[in-house]
Structure formats: structure tokens, C-alpha cells
């Protein structure tokens, strides 16, 4: 009976001396769902910003497309159908989301003149947030 209550002393003691041996594994481990948070919010966040100048160059390349058109003499449905093959052949897709052709613009400082605008609508998927 002694025996046992000797090592449990012994235990005990040790416990308070050595209360440091620990720390850097607890303070590891409560930080690290912090660090992986913030990385995951910094890449989802590089993926949107990314996909945001894909879009816009689609935009740009379809509005382009579209404004040969008219520049041309095309009427309406020609203009919208090669702005939409514009956006097509860049990569966007039916089920990336829609696409919408002004011509005229429908506001801006080109309101009334030969011009096409296009806005284009993408839903991001999340991955981290």
C-alpha cells in the first residue's frame, strides 16, 4: 500500500514542477483552426478575385463582338447571338450562369449611341467560407 501511494506522490509532484512541458502542443493546437481558417478564406478569395477578371474578359470580348455587329448593320438577335457565341467560344457556358445584351447600353455615359453592353452573371461555388 505504501508502495502505490510513493508513486502517486511522485506523480503528483512531477505534474507541478513540470507544467511547462505541454504548452507549445496546447497553444499549437488551439491556433491551428485559426491559421487554417485563414488560409482557406485567403484562397477562396483569390479564386473568386480570379474568376471575377475571367468574367469581365468575357464580357469584354462579347461586348467587342457584338458591337462589330451592329457597327456592321445587324439588327438585334444578331448582335445578341454573337455576343452570346463571343462568350461561348471564351469559356463561359449556359450553366455557368446568364448573360445580358443592351444595345443600346441601358446606362452609362453611352446610352443612345452605336454601343452594346453585356453583363454577365456567374454563381461561385464555396469552398471554405
Known amino acids: 500500500m ?61 461586348a467587342y463582338a457584338g458591337a462589330l455587329e451592329k457597327v456592321s448593320g445587324s439588327d438585334t438577335p444578331k448582335i445578341v447571338s454573337a455576343a452570346t457565341a463571343s462568350a461561348t467560344t471564351n469559356g463561359w457556358g449556359p450553366s455557368a450562369g446568364t448573360i445580358e445584351v443592351f444595345s443600346p447600353p441601358s446606362a452609362g455615359p453611352n446610352v443612345g449611341k452605336k454601343a452594346v453592353e453585356v453583363v454577365v452573371h456567374q454563381n461561385l461555388d464555396r469552398f471554405f467560407t
Open 2 to 62: 505504501e508502495w502505490g501511494a510513493r508513486i502517486l506522490r511522485r506523480f503528483v509532484s512531477r505534474l507541478r514542477q513540470t507544467g511547462e512541458s505541454g504548452n507549445v502542443a496546447t497553444i499549437f493546437a488551439l491556433s491551428l483552426p485559426i491559421v487554417v481558417g485563414g488560409a482557406g478564406l485567403g484562397i477562396e478569395t483569390s479564386y473568386w478575385y480570379y474568376s471575377s477578371l475571367k468574367l469581365q474578359a468575357v464580357a469584354d470580348a462579347a
